[in-house]
Structure formats: C-alpha cells, structure tokens
C-alpha cells in the first residue's frame, strides 16, 4: 500500500480534506423525552449550518451507530429522518462508532467523487444494561456464554497493566481527576467534578482494581462532523482543520492472545498517520477507563507536553458510538478555533481496545 | 474516480437452510479461500478488510466484526464494518471499491454474509413498540401491497410473478451452489403453492439461507499479476432515501432511479437494455423483477412485466436477469447484495460455468434495501474502463 513514505494513509500523494464543522449533544445518563431522530435533529442542523456549506450541496453522508444499543434491527433507517435525505442522498452506514464512519468518509473524498461530507452517529446506551449488551460483541462460541461484561474485562486489563509497567492506582486516579475537572468547563459532559486523588482512593473496588471513578459514565449522546475538499473547505471556514493523517487498525479478538498492557493497533495507526512528525499541541483520547489512556498516551509517544483530553474524554461522557467521532471532533475543534495549531484524536472499539483509528489534525495550508 | 478498480478473486459458498457443519468464522473462510484460489493470493497480499452483513440479530453477536478479525487475516490491518440493510452485500463491496479507487490500497478482501440458521429473522425484522406497532408480518408483509400497487398501475397479468420464480428457479438448476434447488420445477408447482402474502406465493419468495460471498478487489496494478481475466469495475453508485413520508413512491422509488442514472452516466450508458449483456439485481419476491425493470430504466414504466411475459429476461433473452438463480434461489440476507454484484463480475469474467450468457462483456450488479430506500449498484466489464 502506500504510505511509505511515512505519511500513512494521509501521504503526500492525498487529496486536502478538513473538518470545517462539528456540533454534539450534551451526554446526559438517560435522554427520555426524544428518540434518536429528535437527538440527531439539531446536532446536524448545528454542524451543516456551521460549515456554510449548503446542505443541499454536501457530496455524501455516512452514519455511525449500532441497534444492539437500542435492541432494535436497522436503528440507521429511521435516523435517516434527521438528514432529511429528499431528493434522495449518496449515504452509507457503519455498524461501528462514528469514527470510522468519518474514515469512509474522508476515503469517499479522496476518491473525488464528492466534495464535501455530513458524518454523524448516536447512541442511547439507556435503553438496555449497556455493561451486559457489551458481552454480546465477544467471541459468541467460547466466550460471550461465560459472561464476562465489560468492565470485568477493562479490570482484567487494568491489572495486566499495572503489573507489567508498576504504575500505580494512584496514577489511574490522577487520570480521573484531571478528566473530570476540565470536563467542568466542557458544557457538554455529564460527569464534572473537583475530586482529588486520596479521595477517590479512599473508594471501594468496582472491580478490582478498577473503582468507580476509573470507569466512563453511561451515556446518551450523538454528534456530527462536516468534512470538505481543497478550496471548498478555505471557503467554508477562516481556518480549516486539515487532516494530515488518518489510518485505524485492527488486532485479535481472543484476550489471550493479545498483549493487553500495549496498543499495537494504536502505536501502528498513529505511526501511519504521523503523529511523530511534529509537536502535538493537544490529543483527544478515546479512552474509556483510566488505565486505557495511558496505554495510548504510551502508544502514541504523547510526551508531558501535550495536552490530554481538555474536553474531559470518555471519562466525562461515553455515548457509544459517538465518543470516538467526539474526540475527532474536539481535537478538530480545537484547531478551528485557533487553540491549537496540531492536534491528534484517537478513537476505539470493541474490547480491551481491540481496534484503534488515530487522526492528525493541521492548521495551515 | 482516481484509480481503477477491478475484481480479481470471487467465492461464495454452497447457501442452505443450515449450514450446521460449519461456524461462523468457518462459514466465511469457505468463501474467502475460494476467492483467494481464484485470484491467487494469500492472506499476506491482503491490504484491508471491508466486512458486511444485516442486523447482527439475526445470528445474535453485536458488531461480528470484532470477532471475525482473527478468522479473516484482519490482525494489524484496517478493517470496516458496513451496515445499509438489504442492500449492504452491495454497498460493502462499493466501501471495499473505494480503498483501490482512492489509491489507499492494492488489494481489499471484502466479505458479507448470514448464517440466518442461528437465529429467527421474521423475529428479527420486527420492529417494536416504542419504535413501531409490531406486526411481526416480514420483508413479505412489507412489500406485498406494493406489489399490489404494482399491478393495479401497470394492469400487468396476474402469472408474471409465476414467469419470474420459474425462470429463476430453472436458472438456479445450473447454479452449483443454489440454496434451493427443485429439479422437477414447473409453472403449475408455482402456482398451486400456498398464497402467503397476496399476490406473493410460497415458491415465489425468497428463501432464508446460511451463506456467504467474498471479493478480491485490486488496483490496475495488482490486477495484472492475477492468474484470472479481471473484471473492472465501470461505475458505481448509490442512493438513500427516508422510508416514508406523504407522497412517496414506494412502487418506482426515485432513490433507485436516481441511482440508476448516475451509474449509466458514469459508464457511458445511453441505453442500459442494449448496452448491457446481462443484469444480477435484488429480487426477493417474483414481482419485484418487472418492477425494477422499470426502476431501473430497461422498460418504460407499466411495461416491466413485458419483458418478463416475453422471455426478454431469460437465460437465452435479450437481456437476461438472474442467471444465477438469483436471491429468490440463495438468499443469506447480508450476502444476497453481494451475491448480485459477484454473479455480475463471474458473468464478464466468462466464469459463470453453466449459467454463463454467451459473450457478455458487461454487466449490471444491484441491491436494495429497507422498504425499497436503500440502493447500491455497479457495472463490470471485461475491458477496461
């Protein structure tokens, strides 16, 4: 494939692509009066209104979601209703978070066949125990009958982790409380607080060695993203956020036979992608527990400097299927708005991080 | 579109009721090995994995995908799961197209499947209340009043659901890996089997099936090391549209006509049932033939069923539909789209074995899905583009 020349799948020889706009919901534990079409309604509005692009203009549209959550076939159908897809919409779906529909999105523009595109996703984890729906992703012949949900295998991982590196639980805690008081100026999150480590510490086990306060928060959220090509992104916004490279990786699904202190589908992903090419002023991590983001930080190399999750992260609010487009989506903000001039999001899926897509964002022609 | 793109590997394998002798993983590794024999590759050639299929609940495991990456060689490489209802065996391979046309990959495997055996689709289908009333009555209950619709409009004769599940039926005889295979069909077994959905009768439907495709698709430079004639990809080409609202064409939907012209635009089609040797198109329930027939722009609208009526659609017609046997013979739902669009590329290929039509060089795969909204669809050729 190309890449060699250590650009990843965003090498020199790609078309300029950006993210001119992004809007989400809040996250809140359970959203009661609308349904999924009624979430997504505004968010879309918001994001196509803030690209000046025309929504009758927007080249291609693809969605991220998955009906285990809402326990009903076909949960993108009726979505399909918050576009508003008349005339009819060059439009596609991932059963996956947001992210990778935001990858297949930005492979439609470099194909050239659209110039610009709508990627949303949502989630209503509420509507089922999403710790026991999660069980349902594993292994359906050997695995998935023992029960083990999801948290018990973050805790699994959590404890490989801290006894492969000697980092401690006071250093997940740290993680913890950083999430939560930046998620204070973060409107959008669901958990904010001002806790501190000796605190939390001080807290029973949720599962060993995981306490509450290192597990993300159950959420119902969605968010959208508009991307455009070349010019019709510098027309569309003052200061584009470029995507200078994209790439996402997949590893085994058996628990054994992966190491999971490490991420190698991150550290392979934002290899190809270029996170080491240049300083990284802010990353916006798709971690869900606390041990995880530094499994990624390590992965990714992000040294002291750089600046981890200010929206709060998954810590704050997890949709499933959104969190990962959110942090595109925030680390994208970020560089729109001027506070950052290099930014880097990650996002992942299934369990243990299984799968890991990393994205490099740039200010600048 | 930057790169060519073309199909050098196709498997599939033997669709049935239940394949209890295989697991999932196994059930895709027939498919996928039998695609990788033909384009004479290994796992190690292989650049990234586009995999597809309908609700995970008609096997019940949420995101399969996340399962699959070890069966399917996708360990360290990027994988994509696709998701666009009935038409999803379709858009899979147009997301798997879409790495080679955009000059990110060399060569894509790209696999949908069902192995419906594990579980209950009519139940599956069903949506509840908060989301709707059930009614628990299938894609059958969905789509017969629209085949009523059909017929009231274009005053077409009551048997040409009949014409079209023959001529399939006999087509699949010559289809090695046909689900259902009734080797003494005739008109008469047709229409004397039990009415299900009025007009639908039982051997007009579709069957429920375990089964599986997979693709190997290839740049213009992987393309010239494979040991078989390539099919090149000429267009795509896909369109949505919301599942109802005042005033909507349910019978001809626009989404399909849009989505019809833009792939005849891009290929350089002026008249699709001249220009095109053969055609694979989504036809779960008899009538649906002459229906998209007129979607899809080979007859005038009310005139569909002519072509049926005529023999137009048979293997030896001026254009034949279905050679295969079509999704009314093999239906594993999340494959049936890409069933069309491999059974398109075997045809222009010349690999069809007995349900070859003589010298096609072009041809039309389609797809469809949800209540007929969702649509992908391309044309192969055996030239290049």
Known sequence: ?365 | MAERCAVVGIGQTKHDTKRTDVSLPGLLREAVGRAFEDAGVTWRDIDAVVIGKAPDMFEGTMMPELYLADALGAVGKPMLRVHTAGSVGGSTALVAASLVQAGIHERVLTVAYEKQSEGNAMWALTLRIPFQQAIVAGAGGYFAPLIRAYVARSHAPEDTGIRVALKDRQNALKNPYSHLVFPDISYEMIAESPMLWDPIRYMETCPSSDGACALVLASENAARRSPNPPAWVWAEAMRSEPTMFAGRDQVNPRAGRDCAAELYRKAGIEHPRRDLDVAEIYVPFSWFEPMWMENLGFAPEGEGWKMTQEGATALDGDLPVNPSGGVLSSNPIGASGMLRFAESALQVRGQAGAHQVDGARKALGHAYGGGSQFFAMWIVGSDKP
Not at chain 1, 54 to 81: M, N, R
Not at chain 1, 206 to 213: A, G, I, M, Q
Not at chain 1, 227 to 239: E, I, P, Q, W
Request: charged share 20%.
């Open chain 1, 1 to 365: 494939m190309r890449g060699g020349d250590g650009r990843g799948t965003g090498g020199s020889l790609m078309r300029e692509v950006a993210v001119v706009a992004f809007a989400q919901s809040p996250s809140v534990r359970r959203e009661v009066e609308r349904n999924e079409v009624e979430m997504l309604m505004p968010v879309v509005r918001e994001a196509i209104a803030r690209s000046g692009i025309a929504k009758s203009e927007i080249g291609f549209t693809v969605s991220g979601s998955c009906d285990y959550l809402a326990g009903q076939p076909f949960a993108f159908v009726s979505a399909l209703d918050a576009v508003g897809a008349w005339p009819p919409i060059v439009e596609s779906h991932v059963e996956m978070d947001g992210a990778w529909a935001f990858y297949e999105a930005w492979v439609k523009l470099q194909t050239g066949e659209a110039d610009s595109a709508l990627v949303y996703a949502f989630g209503k984890s509420s509507m089922g125990d999403l710790p026991d729906v999660l069980t349902l992703q594993l292994d359906p012949y050997y695995v998935a009958p023992l029960w083990p949900d999801a948290v018990a295998l973050a805790a699994l991982q959590a404890r490989a982790f801290l006894e492969a590196t000697g980092r401690s639980e006071r250093d997940l805690a740290a993680v913890a409380v950083r999430s939560r008081r930046d998620a204070r100026t973060n409107p959008m999150a669901q958990l904010a607080g001002d806790g501190n480590v000796d605190a939390l510490l001080a807290e029973p086990y949720l599962v060993s060695p995981l306490r509450k306060h290192d597990c993300p928060p159950i959420s119902d959220g969605c968010a959208a993203i508009v991307l455009a090509a070349g010019d019709l992104a510098r027309r569309a916004v003052r200061r584009p956020a470029w995507i200078r490279g994209i790439d996402h990786r997949i590893e085994a699904h058996a628990l054994g036979t992966r190491d999971l202190t490490r991420s190698a589908s991150t550290a392979e992903a934002g290899r190809r992608a270029g996170v080491g090419q240049g300083s990284v002023d802010v990353a916006e991590l798709h971690a869900p527990f606390t041990h995880q983001e530094l499994i990624v930080r390590d992965a990714l190399g992000l040294g002291d400097g750089v600046r981890i999750n200010p929206s709060g992260g998954a810590l704050a609010a997890n949709p499933m299927m959104v969190a990962g487009l959110v942090r595109i989506g925030e680390a994208a903000r970020r560089v729109l708005d001027g506070e950052a001039g290099r930014a880097v999001a990650h996002a992942t899926s299934g369990p243990c991080l299984q799968q890991n897509l990393v994205c490099v964002l740039e200010a600048g022609a």
